[in-house]
């Protein structure tokens, strides 16, 4: 029986019939291939409050709800709904428990710090695709935020480990959906590793809440068990140091500060600019925020980045290094006083790696 | 005729390419540059997805943003090899 309700074409019989019966009607794979894609890109160009308004079509959230989806190694269109809130059994697999759990830390964490409701902050329902495959004859060494669900590769290797197996990646791409709702931060230049940062700032913070680690106890490693062996996908307390010779990877290319920033061009082969190089610096600007604060990263620090994450004003579209800078200042001056060891903190963060 | 395809993004971010020889006319290169084009800033809203750019290494000015799922499967054996090497 089709479980899937979102789309239930997707599930009502096994791939290799409906590939049968395409055949038979004359429709070809990537004819149905392109109309999916379309459709998801027409989606991921939406605004937000019309996504939301799309994705919902259901009444507002008030508490946790979460979907997980199998891809079955596959491109999405043959996703099937493997496991919803409420089903008191999980699915056997690993991946699914994984982003289950993670997904509920997610959740609980802005719920209880900043009594936000979900990704919308209305309940939006938490979307997840696991065993994703953007092509039949690749593993998808890769987890993403598609603009309204989630999207994690097995990518099983003798390097590497599932998508699903940091809390923290999790958290990141979850805060990717937050940001789109909240700055909306621009996915290009510094407003674009701002986006990257601040999923990095509150996929650790998550972890850290949930194991209760302090910020001068936690190793500020994003991605450590997603890379087998002691490498980590991003150093936020040591940017540029997370891997070395990584059979796959390489060496880790993130500058820490200003002075070391990389002048990418803003194109699809350089990752619009770097997003995810320059990303390292405004991680160390929190890295040090938090540590000069001491105690629990998400109490001070977090509150700080997440108020300045909401403010539109300070932080626009197009925000760049000084512009967060100057937004999580004043947040630290409002919540902590003009003068407060939190606003030191902040304006130390900012200072070492050269952006004010 | 001596292909480059390059990968940037994902969670990782990490830039990788990987080259290949195939044996394409000029046809069969301009259809699958035509069939597997990215729309301009189609998928800047995907965050940390997978960017992919196509390139014909004896012309410089051939590089093309291409959406990976549009490359139709008679040349799946060519970006398997592709994707194997990229580094």
């Given amino acids: ?356 | 005729m001596k292909i480059k395809l390059i990968q940037s993004g994902g969670i990782a971010g990490k830039k990788m390419s990987a080259s290949a020889n195939h044996k394409f006319t000029k046809e069969q290169w301009d259809d699958l540059i035509a069939v597997s084009k990215k729309a301009a800033s189609s998928t800047r809203s995907i965050k940390d997805g997978f960017n992919y750019v196509l390139e014909n290494e004896e012309d410089e000015n051939s590089k093309t943003a291409i959406d990976i799922q549009a490359i139709p499967e008679k040349y799946d054996k060519l970006f398997k090899k592709l994707f194997d090497k990229l580094k």
């Fill in chain 1, 1 to 356: 029986m089709c479980t899937n309700e979102r789309y239930p074409f997707h599930c009502i019989m096994p791939p290799y019939m409906s590939d049968k019966l395409d055949q038979v009607l004359g429709i070809d794979t990537e004819t149905k291939d392109k109309q999916m894609r379309s459709k998801r890109m027409e989606l991921a160009t939406m605004k937000p409050a019309t996504r939301s308004f799309t994705l919902a079509g259901a009444p507002v959230n008030k508490k946790l709800y979460r979907e997980v989806y199998d891809a079955h190694e596959s491109p999405m269109d043959i996703g099937e709904l493997i496991w919803k809130e409420g089903q008191k059994k999980l699915p056997a697999l690993k991946d699914a428990k994984n982003v289950i759990s993670a997904a509920g830390h997610v959740w609980n964490f802005y719920k209880k710090l900043f009594n936000r409701n979900s990704i919308d902050n209305k309940g939006m329902a938490i979307l997840q695709n696991i065993r994703y495959r953007e092509k039949k004859i690749m593993p998808y060494f890769n987890a993403m935020w598609d603009g309204e669900q989630m999207f994690y590769g097995t990518g099983k290797s003798k390097f590497t480990n599932s998508f699903t197996s940091d809390l923290d990646i999790i958290g990141h791409e979850l805060t990717h959906g937050v940001i789109d709702f909240e700055a909306a931060l621009n996915y290009e230049n510094q407003s674009g590793a701002l986006n990257e940062s601040f999923s990095d700032v509150f996929g650790i913070l998550i972890k850290q809440w949930v194991n209760k680690t302090s910020a001068r106890k936690s190793d500020w490693l994003i991605g450590k068990n997603i890379l087998i062996g002691k490498n980590a996908l991003r150093s936020m307390k040591a940017p540029g140091t997370a891997y070395k010779n990584d059979p796959i990877f390489g060496d880790d290319p993130q500058p820490a500060v200003m002075a070391d920033f990389e002048h990418m061009p803003n194109t699809e082969d350089d990752d619009y600019g770097g997003v995810h190089y320059n990303s390292g610096i405004s991680n160390h600007a929190f890295y040090i925020t938090a540590f000069e604060i001491n105690g629990n990263a998400w109490e001070k620090a977090g509150a700080i980045w997440y108020a300045a994450l909401q403010d539109k004003q300070l932080l626009k579209k197009n925000a760049n290094f000084k512009a967060a800078a100057n937004a999580t200042l004043k947040k630290a001056r409002a919540l902590f006083g003009q003068g407060s060891l939190a606003e030191k903190a902040v304006n130390k963060g900012w200072k070492e790696t050269g952006v004010i």
